[in-house]
């Protein structure tokens, strides 16, 4: 399989500080990565590199088969791009909006392209409705539907289903998987545990570089930790003195359990088994989160340089 996204030695500096610092990046067709990091860690320089949109000071790579610095015109044209801030003309119909982005981009026949765009998003039943009229899911559908009519190769999604609820998320990602088992590539960077689960492959930065990369389950295995699950009546009072505990590194409620994770199992549960000798709390071992892994990056690697 080609690879959509290849990329070495990626480095950008604003003044003297260097916010991307030698990132590598292959993505290959058709697949969906997600991009993880802290705030300010560099994901949007890196997408905006990726894409085109900004020069790096170091590196090289090609993007849809394009030279990034080179041919940056020819990559614009191939991709689509869903940032968080959406905007759309909220006085005109989610067919008119659809119609006027098609003229942006030229397409012809336009009432094709944009009556097959609402049918395969779903928004055929409500193209007479005014954009500044629906909920927060459906303008996310509209968003997509707009970003992805011109039949880009390549969609960049950041932070794509903020303020959307569960069922639209759901329906939200439905939609991306369908786009790339067709062949779309989806680069998505995000906050939330869930929309990094749903992606083929996790890419996650901190301060400019790579510190993680691999599928959710290899990116948890890689993690080294170990996570025991604490019940019993009084957990919440608990919870501070469990995090004083040796080989105790985080403790999380969970409900009326306590997920206590570190990297050493037989400390912790050295640990855990002795107050449960005098607290009637029962330990059992649990499942290491994706958020826990991150958690751990975002304090191994620092995050107080924002
Ligand atoms: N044009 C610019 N000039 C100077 N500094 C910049 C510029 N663009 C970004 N930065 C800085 O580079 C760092 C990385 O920003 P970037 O937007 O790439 O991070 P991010 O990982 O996308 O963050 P977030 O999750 O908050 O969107 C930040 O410290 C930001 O202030």
Redesign the pocket.
Known sequence: MANAIEAEGLTKR??D?T?VDHISLDVAEGEIVGFL??????????IRMLTGLLTPDEGSGRCLGYDIVRESDRIKLNIGYMTQRFSFYEDLTIRENLDFVARLYGLTPRREHVDRTLDELGLSGRNDQLAGTLSGGWKQRLALAASVMHGPKLLLLDEPTAGVDPKARREFWDQIHHLAADGLTVLV?T?YMDEAERCHRIVY?SYGTVVARGTAEEVIAGSGLSTFVVRGKQTATLADRIRTLDGVEQVAPFGAELHVVGSDPARLQASLDALAATNGITISRGETSLEDVFIRLMSEHGDDR?
Not at 37 to 42: A, E, W, Y
């Open positions: 604003f003044g500080h916010v990091g802290p705030n300010g860690s560099g994901k949007t320089t890196t960077s906050h930065i924002r």
